[in-house]
Nanobody, 127 residues
Framework: QVRVVESGGGLVQAGDSLRVSCAVS????????MGWFRQAPGKEREFVAS????????KYGDSVKGRFAISRDNAKNTVYLQMNSLKPEDTAIYYC????????????????????WGQGTQVTVSS
């Protein structure tokens, strides 16, 4: 059974940086394309970022492009989301997810294509 656990959320001020982490256990991280999504109160879940199994490619949602960076360390079974220049509108629960894919270079964007999800970590940005 694959387990996904996020950590590193917290309360920060606008303009600050924060890095959240996602630990995957049960199977080697290298088997999965990984993604981050977020959901703010009263809003639908939003795609944030994704990365291929081999780290060869990444993709970002329009609202975070240029400010956020996704990375992974397959040896540590951990995925990271570095968030810079945070804004109050970035406030949300951030979810990490793993997608089963045989292709090392496939970027997975659709939430429905992700199989394993974590419980989320709260990120709050004050103005």
């Amino acid at each position: 059974q694959v387990r996904v656990v996020e950590s590193g959320g917290g309360l920060v001020q606008a303009g600050d940086s924060l890095r959240v982490s996602c630990a995957v256990s049960g199977r080697p991280l290298s088997r999965y394309a990984m993604g981050w999504f977020r959901q703010a109160p009263g809003k639908e879940r939003e795609f944030v970022a994704s990365i291929t199994r081999s780290s060869s490619s990444t993709k970002y949602g329009d609202s975070v492009k240029g400010r956020f960076a996704i990375s992974r360390d397959n040896a540590k079974n951990t995925v990271y989301l570095q968030m810079n220049s945070l804004k109050p509108e970035d406030t949300a629960i951030y979810y990490c997810a793993a997608a089963i894919t045989p292709l090392e270079t496939l970027v997975v964007v659709a939430a429905t294509d992700y199989t394993y999800w974590g419980q989320g970590t709260q990120v709050t940005v004050s103005s």
